[in-house]
T-cell receptor
């Protein structure tokens, strides 16, 4: 079975600074996708960024970037220039050949003004 | 695009009643997923459809839960009879996909279900 682990239940960052959220996963698949979703208090699950496992280049979306270490099965999310609106739950997820997303337990990010 | 649409956004019902949750996927997406989110178990996949056909329902907790997708633009998740432990947020998501892999899943706003 595929597993996704987020070892940090809670993180905090000062506004305008940088924070990194950790994620590790376990899969026997050779081709898969990895995702970070953001869930603000509104409960909406919002895609932040995705990474295709066969691509070596780390994905970047504006202030959000990932550090994808395939051999280590690590997929961390870096948020630069943190903003108050970044405060939310962040979920790491991976899919497998069965098209099913497996989610980590989530990391609650607090942003201090 | 309007995104994935779910209704109702909130549902409060009494134990034993039937509950029906509704979902309209993004037009053109051929995969539809139902998830449940609870504090205890996190996000769990309940069932997913490809081209309106149920592919994997191994996450459906028990026979009280059923899901249908009568056409490409509509799906329902029904709980009958409902129990307090069914209280959760239920998400619908949709995506493009192939037989081997799906593209990014886009989520609806969720339905918060409370069973008293």
């Amino acid at each position: 079975a595929q597993t996704v682990t987020q070892s940090q239940p809670e993180m905090s960052v000062q506004e305008a600074e940088t924070v990194t959220l950790s994620c590790t996963y376990d899969t026997s698949e050779s081709d898969y996708y990895l995702f970070w979703y953001k869930q603000p208090p509104s409960r909406q699950m919002i895609l932040v960024i995705r990474q295709e496992a066969y691509k070596q280049q780390n994905a970047t979306e504006n202030r959000f970037s990932v550090n994808f270490q395939k051999a280590a099965k690590s997929f961390s999310l870096k948020i630069s220039d943190s903003q108050l609106g970044d405060a939310a739950m962040y979920f790491c997820a991976s899919n497998n050949a069965g098209n099913m997303l497996t989610f980590g337990g989530g990391t609650r990010l607090m942003v201090k003004p | 695009d309007a995104g994935v649409i779910q209704s109702p956004r909130h549902e409060v019902t009494e134990m034993g009643q039937e509950v029906t949750l509704r979902c309209k996927p993004i037009s053109g997406h051929d995969y539809l997923f139902w998830y449940r989110q609870t504090m205890m178990r996190g996000l769990e996949l309940l069932i997913y459809f490809n081209n309106n056909v149920p592919i994997d329902d191994s996450g459906m907790p028990e026979d009280r839960f059923s899901a249908k997708m009568p056409n490409a633009s509509f799906s329902t998740l029904k709980i009958q009879p409902s129990e307090p432990r069914d209280s959760a947020v239920y998400f619908c998501a949709s995506s493009f996909g192939t037989e081997d892999s799906t593209d990014t899943q886009y989520f609806g706003p969720g339905t918060r279900l409370t069973v008293l």
